[in-house]
């Protein structure tokens, strides 16, 4: 198995244990793959959600540019609301799962195909 293939699984089971969502796997790889190198990396493949220059990242690099979102309150209130699924408190938030779960969110899962 890969190593991308191993991360895949630890997102999935984050997503099951953490999150209740049975994973899409077609849908989690390709996000995985839309991440790029980055998930290989401790710092840039988890998000810190009390830090709001990270919210913004999400916000701006993910939603805005990469799922093509106008800006607006309503982005702001989404990310709060999968980090409040993930957990405040779980420490490792995977930067995947969180775009895994906004795209469903949002219904753009089609940018990935």
Avoid: W
Wanted: hydrophobic letters at 40%; a neutral charge.
């Amino acid at each position: 198995m890969s190593a991308r293939d191993e991360l895949i699984v630890k997102y999935a089971a984050d997503l099951k244990d953490k999150c209740s969502v049975n994973p899409d796997m077609d849908l989690l790889t390709k996000v995985t793959i839309g991440c790029g190198p980055s998930i290989y990396n401790d710092d840039s493949a988890t998000v810190a959600g009390s830090q709001q220059a990270e919210l913004d990242t999400v916000k701006n690099n993910f939603l805005i540019k990469k799922l093509g979102l106008a800006d607006g309150p309503e982005l702001d209130a989404a990310i709060d609301a999968v980090m409040e699924k993930y957990g405040r408190s779980n420490r490792n938030k995977y930067r995947v799962v969180i775009y895994y779960l906004l795209a469903v969110h949002f219904k753009k899962e089609s940018v990935y195909n």
